[in-house]
């Protein structure tokens, strides 16, 4: 079992930079795949990006390439999400996930944070 805890969401103008932290529990955390994605309401929640188990292998949505940066910490369990240039069109719930495989975690991962609000104010 894996819990996902996001944090760093907020109101920045368009322009501006974010960056969400997501801290997991459990010692298997540096097995996991992890992924963000967001949601805006009466749409379907979408992909942003990806990062396997090392950090070697990230995926990002053509939305957001160039724009977003995906990391992670081991030693801390916790994955991060730089956020910059950020755009009205950005805002959002965004949702941590986890999954124990890096093609799975992009589409259908086991385990979901909370989320946090992203707003960006034009």
């Known amino acids: 079992q894996v819990q996902l805890v996001e944090s760093g969401g907020g109101l920045v103008q368009a322009g501006g930079s974010l960056r969400l932290s997501c801290a997991a529990s459990?010692?298997?955390?540096?097995?996991?795949?992890m992924g963000w994605f967001r949601q805006t309401p009466g749409k379907e929640r979408e992909f942003v990006t990806a990062?396997?188990?090392?950090?070697?292998?990230?995926r990002y949505a053509d939305s957001v390439q160039g724009r977003f940066t995906i990391s992670r910490d081991n030693s801390k369990n916790t994955v991060y999400l730089q956020m910059n240039s950020l755009k009205p069109e950005d805002t959002a719930v965004y949702y941590c996930?986890?999954?124990?495989?890096?093609?799975?975690?992009?589409?259908?991962?086991?385990?979901w944070g909370q989320g946090t609000q992203v707003t960006v104010s034009s």
């Open positions: 459990g010692r298997t955390f540096s097995t996991y795949a």
């Open positions: 996930a986890a999954d124990p495989n890096r093609i799975t975690v992009v589409a259908f991962p086991r385990y």
């Open positions: 990062i396997n188990w090392n950090g070697n292998s990230v």
